[in-house]
Nanobody, 123 residues
Framework: QVQLVESGGGLVQAGGSLRLSCAAS????????MGWFRQAVGKEREFVAA????????YYADPVKGRFTISRDNAKNTVYLQMNSLKPEDTAVYYC????????????????WGQGTQVTVSS
């Protein structure tokens, strides 16, 4: 069992930055691929980024490539999402998730989810 708690969301102006954190419980954090997803009002949950067990592999959705960076610290059981050059269309609830199956963009292939943190980007 893994419990995930996100933090770091908030209100920021367009062009600004935020860093989201996701703290995981349990001793097997390094066994999971970690992902970030987001869900805007009225839209489906969508993949943002994922990182491999060791952190050596990272994957990004096209809309965030070059602006967002995912990283992890297995010693701290934490995964991060650094978001730069934020745009109003990045406004959403951001969720972290853990997968035993590998780096995937499919929400259904993640086993555990956090409660989400709101990110609002004003124009």
């Amino acid at each position: 069992q893994v419990q995930l708690v996100e933090s770091g969301g908030g209100l920021v102006q367009a062009g600004g930055s935020l860093r989201l954190s996701c703290a995981a419980s349990g001793r097997t954090f390094s066994s999971y691929v970690m992902g970030w997803f987001r869900q805007a009002v009225g839209k489906e949950r969508e993949f943002v980024a994922a990182i491999s067990w060791s952190g050596g592999g990272t994957y990004y959705a096209d809309p965030v490539k070059g602006r967002f960076t995912i990283s992890r610290d297995n010693a701290k059981n934490t995964v991060y999402l650094q978001m730069n050059s934020l745009k109003p269309e990045d406004t959403a609830v951001y969720y972290c998730a853990a997968s035993r199956w590998g780096a995937t963009m499919t929400p259904g292939e993640y086993d555990y989810w956090g409660q989400g943190t709101q990110v609002t980007v004003s124009s």
